[in-house]
């Protein structure tokens, strides 16, 4: 209470001396800028966990409700295809860590690398949904009331393949724009954009790019399996 | 291992690890969900998922290593997942479960009893008239 | 009232630069007037100032429409329009005033413009975003302009289903509208809470936040974990109306119960979006204006973060009567009976706060008793509304649309014009009439009232609301209640009046012309540099120590200068 001045400096003297290209004039330090981001991440982050969670409840409760609906809709998913979209977003989770690595450790060619290597596992994964939801479409699955597949005519079967649509339908838009952004990420990095200096963008796209695996990671045994 | 920032950098060993963890468990997963476990189908399934995401949480976005507050927030988000399911649940699995209380409203009950009062005064033998009465049995299922 | 908001850039003339900005190129709307810098603007104070205006504008139209009901309601039967355009109308009134006015209006204006301030710090702490946040509201509210024209928006603002699946293709706009407006709630809530975390000011730690901070940040949680949820809800409908995938359609095989659920998992916090920041202006306004720290700092602050989280399990006491099983309706009114106990905690420590003060009875201070009063009162309807029993009598009439307005008109809106008077010599510069800002708020608290206290009691008798036709035995409340309506919108074009001549005429105001005690009154000048601050501040003491604001900082000198406006303020205060 001494000296309550409204004259203290402890922070913007530091902060003019070093002030590297990509920190903000209102951040104090490259670290509080990082943490901020960071943090605005993860709040990202878990409003799609509840966007996601509305779908999970209204499975749920239709399991609830009509579990046999479940058994004989899942027949209809071909779990091979599922267990191999599976499998190459967990390699595209793993590509995307490993891209960080590269960035943290100034290994900026490798960093192009795996970046571009994520985005076309991304693209195996929606061409195989493609071939998924065609069939389904050949079939005379759709959504809702358009339902007109004459070997599951059990009441309730529509509601779970609406169910299937919407999940996998907004887990895929999900999945462009991830694509979307690493491609772009990609490309500032072959620009030289990032190193183990500044490598705030990757680091979250990653993390935006784990929760879609997260999502999928449920929606694989939910859809196909059980 | 830290980087310049100090920021925690995740060895590529133990990625390379919990990638080979990851695709351990989606095989097993596969699998499991041919046998027929009866009731445990869907637990054994959503076990294996969780453990699965909780990897990816803990390693691939390097919440262990991360600041308490990104994995507060993280927590939280869960948290209210879990409150949405379970308050909606509550609703919608026990949905109808006043279906089995009598149809006899609070004035059928005082009518009855007062037709009750009137003949435990007047003619005692006929009360048995009442009670064959199927509208105040209840019972509607 | 708040209207006059739109006003205040140009309430700025060129040549009043602020001696408060020494050195520089002026305050905040000085130093750049032309409108790209505004529209393009990521200052938080002109993002904050641009919500202002387009929320006080949402509030004015929808605050016609609901004269315009009240209008209908005068007599029995038609009246100035036909059954069709008042379901229209009240829809729309709901729709406006939640989606457009009291979601964004205390965290989009006054939040925006004051919480860095209040942290001590140049901006939030993702000022694009903040500008994106804007824009994305803005577009919802195009679209809800839209839903109007392409007509029918008779769902009521809570679009209930299988109704919204069926009626008119204006719920297709609503819903994309909600859904983009929705987006904008959640950009400012996670801004918030990172600028929080991450951009206070030295010294500045969390039992120093101002309870404003507090509520807000209670507010921003609540934002992002409960409006993700909307979003999902109404992209469902959306979709249910264009392919009907029948989860929320029975037709289909779906449940429109569920849709319930999810409609509410997010509209009941939304509730607390709508109050909890009218808490964090009332701290402030008692506070200051008792001149007296605030009593039980720290129950005030966490009772608005248990308000937050506890506003989570309580969804369901809208749907006593839906159907939903009993064992629910029983927890949820259980639950619902503890959120009383964090609002009554806030309560009783305001009026401690009062207690051996020394009480001003300036225009904000009026508006904080108001909201003392009407809260409680619609904080007690609420409960009772909550009781199972008593809520099959009461559900769906008058009662409830009493309550909740005297929650959200009697709490948010009365605490928004609280804080607009308090803040307004800071956003302008000058101070506006106190003797009409008085006759302005007695009007506003009289016709509240009349208004809303004759539907509480024709709600016991049975009124069912959204009724475009009653029986004769209601005319005399009714009549009571549209009366009222005038003179509440009387009391709030008196405010837009006066304060748009308070942009021109009024008074110049000091740097701290109430003596408060937190940073955007001690460490800025007159209005705010464009950075808010010259140099970070160092804080030393608590929020709401005003004896050291007065001895240390005199009139509040502005960044610790001491070229500042010093003079006594006397006459601003008198004023």
């Known amino acids: 209470m001494a000296n309550p001045t409204a004259t203290a400096t402890t922070h913007d003297a530091s902060a003019s001396q070093h002030h590297p290209p990509h920190l903000k004039h209102y951040f104090v330090s490259s670290e509080q800028q990082f943490d901020a981001a960071k943090l605005g991440m993860w709040l990202f982050l878990i409003t799609e966990i509840l966007l996601f969670s509305g779908m999970f409840v209204a499975y749920t409760v239709y399991r609830v409700w009509y579990p046999e609906v479940f058994t004989i809709g899942a027949t209809e998913l071909n779990p091979w295809l599922g267990g191999l979209n599976t499998l190459v977003l967990l390699g595209s989770s793993l590509t995307v860590a490993l891209a960080i690595h590269a960035a943290q450790t100034d290994k900026r060619r490798t960093l192009v690398r795996y970046l571009v290597i994520t985005v076309l596992l991304a693209g195996v994964f929606m061409v195989v949904k493609y071939f998924e939801y065609t069939h389904k479409f050949h079939l005379g699955i759709f959504p809702g009331a358009a339902f007109s597949y004459a070997e599951m005519s059990q009441p309730y079967v529509p509601i779970f393949f609406s169910i299937y649509f919407v999940m996998t339908g907004i887990h895929g838009v999900h999945v462009l724009i991830g694509m979307g952004v690493l491609s772009w990420l990609a490309w500032r990095a072959h620009k030289g954009h990032f190193g183990s200096e500044y490598y705030t963008p990757v680091e979250l796209t990653g993390l935006y790019w784990h929760l879609v695996d997260i999502i999928w990671i449920f929606l694989f045994p939910l859809l196909y399996l059980i | ?141 | 009232m708040a209207e006059a908001k739109h006003q205040k850039p140009k309430a700025a003339p060129a040549g009043d630069e602020g001696h408060s900005d020494h050195g520089d190129h002026g305050d905040y709307i000085t130093h750049d007037t032309s409108i790209k810098s505004w529209l393009l603007s990521v200052d938080h104070k002109r993002i904050g100032i641009m919500y202002g205006i387009t929320t006080a504008l949402a509030f004015l139209v929808a605050g016609v429409f609901a004269l315009l009901v009240r209008a209908e309601l005068f007599m029995p039967g038609e009246t100035i329009m036909t059954a069709d355009t008042y379901n229209q109308m009240f829809s729309l009134h709901g729709i406006i005033m939640v989606f457009g006015f009291i979601i964004p209006a205390i965290p989009g204006f006054l939040g925006n413009f004051l919480l860095p301030i209040q942290l001590g710090a140049k901006d939030v702490a993702f000022p694009r975003l903040n500008l994106t946040s804007y824009y994305f509201y803005l577009i919802g509210v195009i679209l809800i302009v839209v839903a109007m024209v392409v007509g029918s928006v008779d769902t009521g603002w809570t679009f209930y289903t299988p109704y919204s699946a069926r009626t008119g293709p204006a719920v297709l706009f609503l819903t994309m509208a909600v859904f983009i407006a929705g987006f904008a709630s959640i950009f400012t809530g996670l801004n918030f809470i990172v600028t929080i975390h991450k951009m206070r000011a030295p010294g500045l730690t969390w039992n120093r936040l101002p309870l404003f901070v507090w509520s807000i940040y209670a507010t921003s949680i609540v934002q992002v974990l409960a409006t993700p949820v909307l979003g999902i809800t109404v992209l469902l409908l959306f979709l249910e109306r264009l392919m009907g995938i029948g989860i929320f359609d029975p037709a289909l095989g779906g449940d429109p119960i569920l849709f319930q659920h999810f409609f509410w998992f997010y509209s009941h916090p939304a509730v607390y979006i709508m109050i909890l920041p009218g808490f964090g202006i009332i701290s402030e306004l008692i506070g200051t204006f008792s001149r007296q720290r605030i009593f039980g700092y720290t129950a005030i602050a966490l009772s608005s973060v248990a308000i937050a989280m506890l506003g989570f399990l309580v969804w369901g006491h809208h749907m006593f009567v839906s159907g939903q099983s009993a064992i629910s309706s029983i927890i949820f009114s259980l639950i619902t009976y503890l959120i009383g106990i964090p609002s009554g905690i806030k309560i009783f420590n305001w009026i401690a706060t009062m207690y051996k003060g020394s009480v001003s009875f300036k225009t904000p201070m009026l508006y904080a008793l108001s909201f003392l009063v009407l809260f409680t009162i619609g904080g007690v309807t609420g409960i009772m509304v909550g009781v199972l029993a008593v809520d099959i009598h009461l559900h769906d009439t008058y009662y409830v649309v009493g309550h909740f307005h005297y929650v959200m008109m009697g709490g948010t809106v009365i605490a928004l014009l609280g804080g607009l008077h308090y803040w307004w010599p800071k956003i302008t510069g000058r101070m506006y009439n106190e003797r009409l800002a008085q006759i302005a708020a007695g009007l506003i608290f009289v016709g509240f009232n009349l208004t809303f206290f004759s539907q509480l009691v024709l709600g016991t008798r049975g009124m069912p609301r959204r009724y475009y036709d009653y029986i004769d035995e209601y005319t005399f409340l009714h009549q009571l209640s549209t009366v009222g309506s005038w003179v509440l919108g009387m009391g709030l074009f008196l405010v837009l009046g006066y304060m748009l001549v308070s942009m021109f005429r009024g008074e110049k105001a000091s740097a701290n012309p109430w003596h408060a005690a937190t940073l955007e009154w001690t460490h800025t000048g007159r209005r705010p540099s464009p950075h808010n601050f010259h140099r970070t501040p160092l804080v030393t003491h608590g929020p709401y120590d005003y004896y050291l604001a007065g001895e240390v900082f005199g009139d509040g000198v502005g960044n610790g200068s001491p070229v500042g406006d010093t003079a006594p303020s006397e006459e601003a205060r008198s004023h």
Request: glycine fraction near 8%.
């Open chain 2, 1 to 141: 291992m830290k980087a310049q920032h100090g920021h925690h950098v995740t060895p590529k060993k133990t990625l390379i690890k919990v990638f080979a963890v990851l695709v351990v468990l989606t095989i097993v997963t596969a699998l499991t969900a041919q046998l027929d476990l009866g009731g445990l189908d869907v637990p054994l399934a959503l076990a294996i998922a969780s453990t699965k995401a909780g990897l990816v949480v803990l390693f691939f976005m390097a919440l262990k290593y991360d600041n308490k507050v990104n994995a507060l927030v993280f927590a939280l988000g869960v948290t209210f997942v879990a409150i949405f399911l379970t308050f909606t649940l509550f609703d919608t699995a026990f949905r109808g479960d006043l279906g089995n209380v009598g149809s006899e409203t609070i004035s059928d009950i005082e009518r009855r009893e007062s037709m009750l009062r009137d003949r435990a005064a007047g003619v005692p033998e006929s009360t048995e008239g009442t009670a064959s009465d199927p509208s105040i049995e209840g019972g509607e299922e």
